[in-house]
């Protein structure tokens, strides 16, 4: 428990953080950030939406920086985050409560699948090192260096647009009503199928990478010795003795690259007009809608502390160590 | 992108191990590492692209041209945009933006791992751990959209500006796998000693410890230069403003703005992605290159060890210690 505990006070600080940064970013440009985001803008902006930043960054009335602070964490844990001006008057909030789930759909269930999958496979390289699977290597290594979202083009020209196998734009189909009936989860489900394989291919080789050199230090442990001397089954070392104490390393690796790993997933929304977070943050970014970007980075940072505690807790299940310490 | 999943784990020898005895033997053991030498040729011939690319591009990249969206041919290497502009020009200029932010954003974070790193791991007490929580913090915090709202709030940004705050943003893997070395190093006899006769401690950490991890340094300044690569390509597809103005995200940025796909103007997009995959190729190799030099059992072993077959499994059958290598 004590483990645990510790980690959830870790990531409430790290959550902290983030909002503080959040607060203070707007306020360290000298000047008057409202006119220095309404200068980049270029008139993109509508007098309306200059007042909501002005109250957005607490300066509509005279509020010390502390008070200011202060309602800033007050609105927050209203679920105010202002108002967005792409999608002028709607709040930030409304924006990303719909586009929220079909990222949490896209990028949670490839990311979990891509770790399974890369860290069976990276299982089955370091055992079987020094054969061929070892030309595999160079092959992932070019994989793991290409930007997902280029990827995502290279997918779309071959196998969607004109005639192609898969739609190569949109998180389902025009005519389908969003509901939860067979047609509409079809198409949703058709219409991910190209983007997921995409953040697959291009992340999964990280997890085979790191799974095998993984496998390959646990493999000059003298329990491995011990086990073969004592006449186990190839398979039983290979499951239960090296796999099983290689995996530890590779799940908290995977805890903590996983704010490293949906940056790169967002962007394949962008490639692919997947109506998700990241798509939303390319609009954001293009529109130099301020108040929308800052509640994507703080949509985004939760989500992902959430995800690691989650991680934590199969790390706990996992190694009986940490379970003893509390 | 690139996850250095693997650099967590202790990357030294284990403390028995002999350590190679001369300097020039460990430099031809470093060169004659097939995937060191791929890296090391790959990242020079993209330095120097950065170094002469704008200066042979046969083109100026801006330069709008009558020949709309065509295919590569001998006076276009790699075709046109739609404006007519010469994609080989574009890319040739763009080359030095790349490799200039990748750089410079791989130094200031690689300063700021060790530093922090080192410090927090030699260093016990509340500011050592108020630093390794810190890393932690930066580590944990989605890093894009963290760059993104940087960059979106500094009142003008260049590629200079772009860099620091890549550099600021990306150190904290380097400084918890430093740390993670340094925690391991400060119990390991000769340090003892070193405390024993009453060195200072600036001068253990400058001479007995610093030196050990020059190999993790290495590899942790490799590892920030891909993602800093990846970074701001991707600043630049996303259109963030002030990146310079052909680095090989913004030519992405236009190939998507201007439905290169749709038109089937391949050409337009595939230069780019290739390049970028190519250098993120070398300086992962390059990376490779220095975890096989530092632990050596990640080495491919079978078609070193002549002569002795390597069993499918475990157990790896290297020879015996003081035989020849």
């Known amino acids: 428990m004590g483990y645990l505990l510790r980690r959830v006070a870790f990531y409430l600080f790290t959550a902290w953080a983030a909002i503080t940064i959040n607060f203070f970013l707007p306020r360290l440009i000298p000047g008057d950030p409202v006119q220095s985001l309404i200068a980049r803008a270029q008139g993109q902006i509508d007098t309306s939406a200059i007042k909501s930043l002005y109250i957005l960054f607490g300066l509509d009335n005279e509020q010390s920086i502390v008070e200011q602070y202060f309602a800033y964490i007050g609105q927050l844990f209203r679920g105010d985050l202002g108002l967005s001006f792409t999608f ?76 192609g196998l898969f739609p190569s734009s949109g998180g389902f189909d025009p005519g389908v009503v969003p509901s939860w009936d067979m047609d509409f989860v079809w198409s949703a489900v058709y219409h991910s199928l190209l983007p997921a394989i995409t953040i697959l291919i291009s992340s999964m080789s990280g997890w085979v990478l790191s799974m095998r050199n993984m496998m390959l230090t646990v493999s000059s442990e003298d329990y491995i010795t011990v086990a073969h001397a004592k006449g186990l089954s190839e398979r039983r ?12 390393p590779n799940v908290s690796g995977f805890a903590l690259s996983l704010g490293l790993i949906v940056g790169g997933t967002l962007l394949v929304e962008i490639v692919f007009s997947y109506p998700g977070v990241g798509f939303q943050l390319f609009q954001a970014v293009g529109a130099k809608d301020y108040p929308l970007v800052q509640g994507i980075f703080l949509v985004i940072t939760l989500s992902v502390l959430v995800a690691n505690l989650f991680a934590d807790l199969i790390y706990l299940v996992l190694d009986p160590r940490t379970r003893k310490e509390g | 992108m690139a996850m250095p999943t693997a650099d967590i784990m202790p990357m030294l020898p284990p403390a ?63 075709g046109t ?3 007519g502009q010469d994609l080989f020009s574009q890319m040739l200029d763009g080359s030095r933006s790349v490799m200039l932010v990748g750089i410079v954003a791989g130094v200031v974070a690689t300063v700021l791992a060790v530093l922090i790193g080192v410090t927090s791991g030699y260093l016990s007490g509340v500011g050592a751990e108020g630093l390794s929580a810190l890393s932690n913090v930066f580590l944990v915090i989605p890093a894009l959209p963290l760059i993104l709202i940087i960059t979106l709030s500094l009142p003008d ?18 400084a918890r796998v430093l740390r993670a070395q340094t925690l391991s190093l400060r119990r390991r006899d000769y340090i003892e000693a070193a405390r024993a006769t009453g060195e200072s401690t600036w001068r253990i950490i400058g001479f007995e410890i610093l030196p050990n991890l020059t190999a993790v340094i290495a590899a942790s300044f490799i590892g920030t230069v891909i993602f800093a690569v990846l970074s701001e390509i991707t600043l630049a597809f996303i259109g963030v403003p002030g990146v310079s103005e052909w680095n090989w995200g913004a030519i992405l940025f236009w190939a998507q703005s201007q439905q290169a796909l749709a038109q089937g103007a391949w050409w337009w997009f595939v230069p780019p992605g290739i390049a970028i995959a190519l250098l993120g190729t070398g300086l992962a190799l390059l990376n490779f290159g220095i975890d096989e030099y530092v632990n050596p059992r990640l080495r491919s072993g079978a078609t070193k060890v002549r002569g002795v077959k390597m069993r499918v499994g475990f157990t790896p059958v290297l020879p015996a210690k003081g035989a020849k290598r």
């Open chain 1, 88 to 163: 002028f008057p709607t709040p930030v909030s409304e924006v990303l409560s719909d586009s929220l789930p079909w990222t949490l759909g896209l990028v949670g269930i490839t990311t979990v699948v891509s770790f399974l999958l890369g860290t069976f496979l990276g299982v089955l390289a370091g055992w079987w090192r020094g054969s061929w699977v070892d030309f595999v290597m160079p092959v992932t290594t070019f994989l793991s260096s290409i930007p997902y979202f280029w990827l995502g083009l290279i997918a779309i020209t071959l196998f969607a647009g004109g005639g």
């Open chain 2, 157 to 174: 940004t260049d590629d200079m500006t772009i860099a620091l705050v890549i550099g600021c943003t990306s150190w904290a893997w380097g």
């Open chain 2, 81 to 83: 945009t739609h404006l």
């Open chain 2, 16 to 78: 028995g191990q002999p350590v190679p005895a001369t300097k020039k033997r460990r430099q031809r053991r470093f060169l004659g590492n097939r995937k060191a030498i791929v890296g090391l040729f790959l990242f020079g011939f993209f330095c120097l692209l950065a170094i002469f690319g704008p200066m042979i591009a046969p083109y100026d990249p801006g330069k709008r041209g009558d020949e709309l969206l065509i295919s590569p041919s001998g006076s276009h290497w790699f």
């Open chain 1, 237 to 248: 070392v290979m499951v239960s003795y090296a796999a099983r104490n290689a995996l530890l």
